[in-house]
């Protein structure tokens, strides 16, 4: 099956400061990312849609200015967590499409675990 | 609104004890049931997609089947390595990334 590749897998960082997470789709081209935080014991609640070449999309109550996402490529999609608080530590997870086909497989990333101290 | 629902919440099994977690949905035009099993601390594994009532589908040790309203991932002989959560989506096109997600059930095997 396809491959989709996220880093870090974990990472700790001060309050206050910048995370980068970083989401590869390794053998197809994804036009479409999804990035998803998950809770314990919860299930992945959706935060935005990564559209390549273009603006992502977030759902409602996600703050766009805090959760920067960048598509540059048909392989890469990027979610910087901006002044970052304890609050925001979570498991986030990316997802990746074959743009060919709608939802036949969807592949998600190894998720990263967030703490910020 | 679209819904899926998984029971049980937790499950504790002996190793070889057969049994089946359940997905039930209601969504409008489902295009597909995923099955997913998640370890700790990692993303979703994608397990199976079925697309319509009465399709099967295997996998070693799984087996997920799909009826109008539910579907079923039943475990045959499970060993403890089969432990981890098992997560069901319905996809139905609705929504930005079209999959209604379960809470999962938590699975452990017990040697």
């Known amino acids: 099956g396809a491959v989709v590749s996220q880093h870090p897998s974990r990472v700790i960082c001060k309050s206050g400061t910048s995370v980068k997470i970083e989401c590869r789709s390794l053998?197809?081209?994804?036009?479409?990312m999804f990035w998803y935080r998950q809770f314990p014991k919860q299930s992945l609640m959706l935060m935005a849609t990564?559209?390549?070449?273009?603006?992502?999309?977030?759902e409602q109550g996600v703050e766009k200015d805090k959760f920067l996402i960048n598509h540059a490529s048909l392989t890469l999609s990027t979610l910087t967590v901006t002044s970052a608080h304890p609050e925001d530590s979570s498991f986030y997870i990316c997802?990746?499409?074959?743009?060919?086909?709608?939802?036949?497989?969807?592949?998600f990333g190894q998720g990263t675990r967030l703490t910020v101290v | 609104e679209d819904q899926v629902t998984q029971s049980p919440e937790a499950l504790r099994l002996q190793e070889g004890e057969s049994s089946s977690l359940n997905c039930s949905y209601t969504v409008s035009g489902l295009r597909g049931l995923f099955w997913y099993r998640q370890d700790p601390g990692k993303g979703p594994e994608f397990l199976f997609t079925l697309y319509s009532a009465g399709e099967e589908k295997e996998k070693e040790r799984l087996k997920a089947t799909l009826t109008k309203k539910e579907s079923f991932l039943h475990i045959t002989a499970p060993k403890p390595e089969d432990s981890a959560t098992y997560l069901c989506?319905?996809?139905?096109?609705?929504?930005?990334?079209?999959?209604?997600f379960g809470k999962g059930t938590h699975l452990i095997i017990q040697p």
């Open positions: 997802s990746a499409r074959d743009g060919a086909r709608w939802a036949t497989e969807a592949f």
């Open positions: 990564s559209n390549e070449g273009s603006k992502a999309t977030y």
């Open positions: 989506a319905a996809g139905s096109g609705g929504g930005a990334d079209g999959l209604t």
């Open positions: 053998d197809f081209q994804a036009t479409t």
